[in-house]
């Protein structure tokens, strides 16, 4: 299995993961499934900065596919634990990603690797992927943002989405130890927890699709 992620789909996780980088964050990965068992991540959709009950994931899994309609599925879910150096999913993330493999058998799991979040870069992808086989999450070997070989785990798409990341997020709110880009102020990131204290609020991240589509 490989993933290939668009820009939106990059910096909505990434934002999402800066902006609560104390805590454990997670969302929903919607597309579609290609050839070659590559699976097309086309959006994502922030869920928590919590770890996600089941009551509020079943609510929130129903609002994203009358959102995304028959066009697109739920292709995956992501995670970026509350520490530093953890990468590995929790028993929360896993049972959650069982869900979503239940509708969707080729679903994957992709863990943010913290660390890397500092130093943003085309060359380094922050992700770990994860594939089930059988009745486990197993990571695969390898990710990247530029190769085109046939052992590519996980490649971004937009060669320019890493760079905008970069510019958002400042070291005082990343996870690593800071970045050297020039400092943009980064939109404002809604997951559901946040929709749902306030419903005003747009858990589709609707600007952010907007503001990478014409960047």
Wanted: charged letters at 20%.
């Amino acid at each position: 299995m490989s993933v290939r992620l668009n820009g939106v789909s990059v910096v909505k996780i990434l934002l999402h993961a800066s902006r609560h980088s104390y805590s454990i964050v997670s969302g929903a990965l919607v597309g579609r499934k290609g050839v070659d068992n590559v699976i097309v991540v086309e959006d994502a959709f922030p869920l928590a900065h919590t770890n996600v009950l089941a009551p509020m994931f079943e609510v929130a899994m129903m609002q994203i596919e009358e959102y995304i309609g028959k066009g697109s599925q739920i292709v995956g879910y992501y995670c970026g634990n509350e520490l530093l150096e953890d990468t590995k999913p929790n028993l929360i993330t896993k049972r959650i990603a069982d869900k979503i493999a239940t509708e969707t058998p080729h679903a994957c799991l992709l863990m943010i690797g913290n660390r890397k979040l500092g130093t943003l870069s085309n060359e380094v992808v922050p992700f770990e992927l994860y594939s089930k086989h059988g009745s486990e999450w197993k990571v695969s070997s390898s990710s990247s943002s530029s190769s085109s070989s046939s052992s590519q785990q996980v490649e971004i798409t937009d060669p320019t989405a890493m760079d905008k990341v970069a510019g958002y997020i400042s070291s005082s709110t990343s996870k690593g130890a800071g970045n050297k880009h020039q400092q943009q102020q980064a939109p404002s990131v809604v997951d559901f927890d946040t929709h749902f204290d306030d419903v005003s609020k747009d858990w589709t991240n609707s600007h952010i699709n907007k503001l990478v589509d014409t960047k």
